[in-house]
Nanobody, 117 residues
């Protein structure tokens, strides 16, 4: 059974930082495309960042230069370091796993990030 468990969300002031974690079980993240997405009520879920390997990383324009996605294959965990947070970064952040060669996409339950003064 595949599980993705996000953690690290919370309330932070504008300009602050948070680090989200996504602990995976049931899959091997080094053999998967891993990503972070976010969603606000009334809007579609949007891509934040994805990583296939250290050299193949993609960011949404809105977070480029502020967010960093990384992975620890030994811990089977993916991270999202978020710096210089803005009000518009407020959303539920979801971890996504797309095992290479698989037809199934997996999602975590999400963690809420609120950027507010």
């Amino acid at each position: 059974q595949v599980q993705l468990v996000e953690s690290g969300g919370g309330l932070v002031q504008p300009g602050g930082s948070l680090r989200l974690s996504c602990a995976a079980s049931g899959i091997i993240i080094s053999l998967s495309v891993m990503g972070w997405y976010r969603q606000v009520p009334g809007k579609e879920r949007e891509l934040v960042a994805t990583t296939i390997s250290a050299g193949r990383i993609n960011y949404a324009d809105s977070v480029q230069g502020r967010f960093t996605i990384s992975r620890d294959n030994a811990k089977n965990t993916v991270y999202l370091q978020m710096n210089s947070l803005k009000h518009e970064d407020t959303a539920v952040y979801y971890c996504n796993a797309n095992p290479m060669g698989a037809t199934t996409n997996y999602w975590g339950k999400g963690t809420l990030v609120t950027v507010s003064s």
